[in-house]
């Protein structure tokens, strides 16, 4: 079965945008680990300014959602954003490392699935 996100971007657009993509999500990731860390030291402003930069990557990538060409593909990747919005707003109104944990663990799971895309692509 064909990689589902090899099969989104195309061929020719998986090896030129992938690694940007690969980068986006690696900085996502940080920038949540950087915001838990914030959270568990109290600096509400930090934390406010660090998920602010996450949501509006987030808020990117969605608007670069190609639902024509991406399928069911683009409207899981749709869903998936759409959580993580929903979950970064409540980590930011009640401090919750948990739900910034849940972000983590998707946009880490997304990440392995380019990943995995790029390799075999090359």
Do not use: H
Request: glycine fraction near 4%.
């Amino acid at each position: 079965m064909e990689n589902p996100y090899k099969a989104y971007a195309g061929e020719e657009e998986i090896t030129d945008k992938g690694e940007l993509l690969l980068e986006a999500y690696k900085r996502m990731i940080e920038n949540l680990k950087l915001a838990k860390s914030a959270i568990e030291e109290g600096n509400v402003k930090l934390k406010a300014e660090i998920l602010s930069k996450v949501t509006s990557a987030i808020a990117v990538l969605q608007a670069s959602l190609d639902f024509e060409k991406g399928g069911e593909i683009a409207e899981n990747l749709n869903k998936l954003y759409d959580f993580c919005m929903l979950e970064l707003v409540k980590a930011n109104a009640r401090n919750e490392t948990e739900r910034i944990d849940n972000v983590i663990d998707i946009i880490s799971t997304i990440l392995d699935g380019f990943k995995n895309a790029l390799k075999e692509k090359k």
